[in-house]
């Protein structure tokens, strides 16, 4: 699918195989690739939208994300299990290598002292202040939660040391974002992606991507969809930051 | 707070340890209480509305509910498991005494084949031809989710017992429904709903509920909440229907 | 395998399909019929002992038991979380139609305030005694684990509550306690008794049963692991009794 | 504790609260204090194993253990459930400074293709070569458990890159392993030391550790604890590379 040829014989393929409709879940690469095969096929294409990065636009959320989100925060919880007794500070990094979502709500949801996302410039000197701030006033353990994209984590771990003195310890979480059992948010999604995408077909629509706007189920173009750039929610941004202060 | 003579002493502890402002945490029961505390004491009060039956009007959620949904899927998953090697009809019985919207979010997460709510008559027996049914067509498990208030859980083991033959099992999840971790979704929605309460009572608010309505935090009149009935959402019930087919 | 036709029939298939050893994972059911298999087809039989009841003699424990025992007490635990609040007695009914072992390390990982198993009589007017003193003695909540094996669950809820005048919830883990993922000591269990068996077959053993003795990997004849009665180690259930009083 | 001063106060303060014993749970530090602080202060000291590395001799295994191992495993579950979809390897790496039983029991039970422990000396080119043998014969994915002490997880990642050509990612557990809630073996663990404990104080004994052999309860001198090295069973290693293979 990632190159013109390979659109070519994918659309070949589903006109020998007589397939009049297609449901393509993923991402912003997968929408790519539909809305190419779509115009050389012709074959009406439904787009779900199901990634843990959440970066999609015209849909406030995907399928996998509250699954990715409650996957890095059971995980942290065990870091706060014993954090206050060890005085550190945790640096953990979470998946999104160009976007905050995860992150984000990661954050918000741990009550992270600090939040580092790829959308909003930090220096680190602010972020040693803060957390020297933090234990003057009384904490004795921070964690700060870091998407992948917002910066080397190591790298991190080591101006922190040098910029305030505490010890630091790092957790990668990598890959263990992807998997898991969904949970309750991810599945009812996709119970209603899915059967609003097959209505979507028999009534003929083209070229779409259903989405969800606050409780409503929508559609937009497929082009909407990975062309545009969601914004990053910067009230819950301002939220996380008012309640670990 | 069941009493009159105790809502005035509770009135008279407020007032005199100089408290100018209160937020209420709960059900409805909590905020029957607040409301006639505020009749009494003239004392502001926000409702925050945190149950895990979900079963409070003006809010489409609340703190804990999707916790619950979640601590059921996860052990219900567990069934299905070894449910297939098994071959046996499975009745789970939920919280839920007067109002079905858990066993409506956990039964359409599961895929249950049957759930059952107070809100909605059914008939045995229309329930054995559905599992007959599915025998014919090739299930060689089906799960059943029950609401408490439905009925009698370890009676509907026996009829559906004597009305196909098949071989029924019954889990009753009880209290662990209330405990566990919160999720992400009921963190993050209580940093909201705490965040807008203050803000509310420092703005003036006399007696109100903060919610949520789709993305949108809004406000009801605390009677509001209490008093009202709170419709489940039957669309979703006919998606669960279809989806188990 | 219930009846000497199937096995008969079991013996040709193994035979005509060239089968030269059988490695059989289970119980006592399927080690019963594993014997009967070898003395009718003369092949080699090793049984690997796999349940979450652990009532095979000849072995400390199962592969399988481990997991029911965390996945019970998981459970347990998030009844614990909002139990002294609630003040109420909590009776929990785990597996064991016949044998006790499961809700013996239940109660005593969950710290349980009273443990019913099937080898133990008790009278419900000890167990109402009990909990009034623990009541007395400042205690907010109780748990009581009880095998189904022990007595009806229900009926002991009633007679509690009538003894007692305490309010009494009842959660039955049922079928729950089949599934989920293996544990650590559940998939080390499995790779010791896996590649013990496959070396026994090669050693020319003819009927034996894989067991685990403290540290050491043992065998024992494999009529011995479903003849034989396990006891129950009552030096727990003492230390349990001591642990919650 | 960690100065002669220190531990001289403490036993200055157990004596003028009248502390007439002392029980230690910990690791070998905690042990390396307790026996200083029994020389000093003559105050009879039982010690308690408590540490997630297992690396205490005289003890089989010790709380925490058991919960470290299952918490690693269940983060690792995830990473298997996309791996294959993936193609890549995952290096994964868990706690263990000096010692490798955390690495060795994870990787055993997560069917980890490489296991590198600081006991063990090992040549990236031998995993890189055991990774393309791998592939060549048909694995799409494969798990390689580090302990940080085994080396630097970042350099093997990139050498094992530049050595294959493949794909790898990094997963780094860091503290995530040191919370949680209990596993049954870590909670019935000290249930038994407890109680163990508790009776060799009454029983007169001046400078013991209690740990377990097998199923039986046994007990060491307190100095054997942290001065002898316990040693990684190589047989559990060599069953991993066999059941890996």
Known sequence: MKTQEGIEKAAENLKSNGIDGLIAIGGDGTFRGASKLYRVSGIPIVGIPATIDNDVAGTDTTIGFDTAVNTAIMAIDRIRDTATSHERVFVVEVMGRRRGFLALEVGLAEGAEVILVPEIRF???????????????????????????????????????????????????????????????????????????????????????????????????????????????????????????
Do not use: N
């Open 123 to 245: 220096r680190v000197e602010d972020i040693c202040k803060k957390l020297k701030r933090a234990r003057r006033e009384g904490k004795t353990s921070e964690i700060i939660v870091m998407a992948e994209g917002a910066g080397d984590s190591r790298d991190l771990v080591h101006q922190i040391e040098r910029g305030t003195g505490l010890e630091v310890r790092l957790t990668v979480l990598g890959h263990i974002q992807r998997g898991g059992s969904p949970t309750a948010v991810s599945r009812i999604l996709a119970c209603k992606f899915g059967s609003r995408a097959v209505e979507m077909l028999l009534e003929g629509v083209k070229k779409r991507m259903v989405g969800i706007r606050g409780r409503r189920i929508v559609s937009v173009d497929l082009d909407y969809a990975w062309r545009e750039q969601k914004e990053l929610d910067l009230r819950l941004y301002r939220l996380a930051e008012i309640l670990s202060a």
